[in-house]
T-cell receptor, first 111, second 112 residues
Framework: DAGVTQSPTHLIKTRGQHVTLRCSPISGHKSVSWYQQVLGQGPQFIFQYYEKEERGRGNFPDRFSARQFPNYSSELNVNALLLGDSALYLC??????????FGPGTRLTVT | QQQVKQSPQSLIVQKGGISIINCAYENTAFDYFPWYQQFPGKGPALLIAIRPDVSEKKEGRFTISFNKSAKQFSLHIMDSQPGDSATYFCAARDNYGQNFVFGPGTRLSVLP
């Protein structure tokens, strides 16, 4: 079975632009969470979605938004990009247990 | 309250030795404690996890020890191998917010 997939792998954007990151969970998993990982730090929780509803939100500005689709895939949107948004963005999916599995991430560079 | 503390920041171990990484927390709403292994340029991979009603869990060379009263848990890697060289993160699930809080990570280097 395929694991969590994310696209694109790498992305370079300019300050002020908008970006959309995509995630497909493991087949059968209905929960998707998004994390931001700055180089040298642990992942920071951004959002959790379950059955298309937002179940949790971390301490991130309103420039960050997300949604989950009927097939349980998800998008993370970031508006008005800042240099500080440069990071590895990770998507994780979970099934009925607490076990959370991460995708390979999208490396976002804001110049 | 939401913080998970992790030590050491970096660790160097000889091949065949035991690697020990420690974590501590304050939030009593945490109800599940996984450990993740991350190689450069990759996403974190789930290694082993424990719930607070269990004091120890072993899977192969990896063991979690959990002390509920002290709010501490640790990862032991037995017979450490150069292929174990990676960054290790402890994490805790917040039962109230249903999100995971991660420690800052430990960079492990296993010398051949």
């Amino acid at each position: 079975d395929a694991g969590v997939t994310q696209s694109p792998t790498h992305l370079i954007k300019t300050r002020g632009q908008h970006v959309t990151l995509r995630c497909s969970p493991i087949s059968g998993h209905k929960s998707v969470s998004w994390y931001q990982q700055v180089l040298g730090q642990g992942p920071q929780f951004i959002f959790q979605y379950y059955e298309k509803e937002e179940r949790g939100r971390g301490n991130f500005p309103d420039r960050f938004s997300a949604r989950q689709f009927p097939n349980y895939s998800s998008e993370l949107n970031v508006n008005a990009l800042l240099l500080g948004d440069s990071a590895l963005y990770l998507c994780a999916s979970a099934g009925v247990s607490y076990e959370q599995y991460f995708g390979p991430g999208t490396r976002l560079t804001v110049t | 309250q939401q913080q998970v503390k992790q030590s050491p920041q970096s660790l160097i171990v000889q091949k065949g030795g035991i690697s020990i990484i420690n974590c501590a927390y304050e939030n009593t709403a945490f109800d599940y404690f996984p450990w993740y292994q991350q190689f450069p340029g990759k996403g974190p991979a789930l290694l082993i996890a424990i719930r607070p009603d269990v004091s120890e869990k072993k899977e192969g060379r990896f063991t979690i020890s959990f002390n509920k009263s002290a709010k501490q848990f640790s990862l032991h890697i037995m017979d450490s191998q150069p292929g174990d060289s990676a960054t290790y993160f402890c994490a805790a699930r917040d039962n109230y917010g249903q999100n995971f809080v991660f420690g800052p990570g430990t960079r492990l280097s296993v010398l051949p």
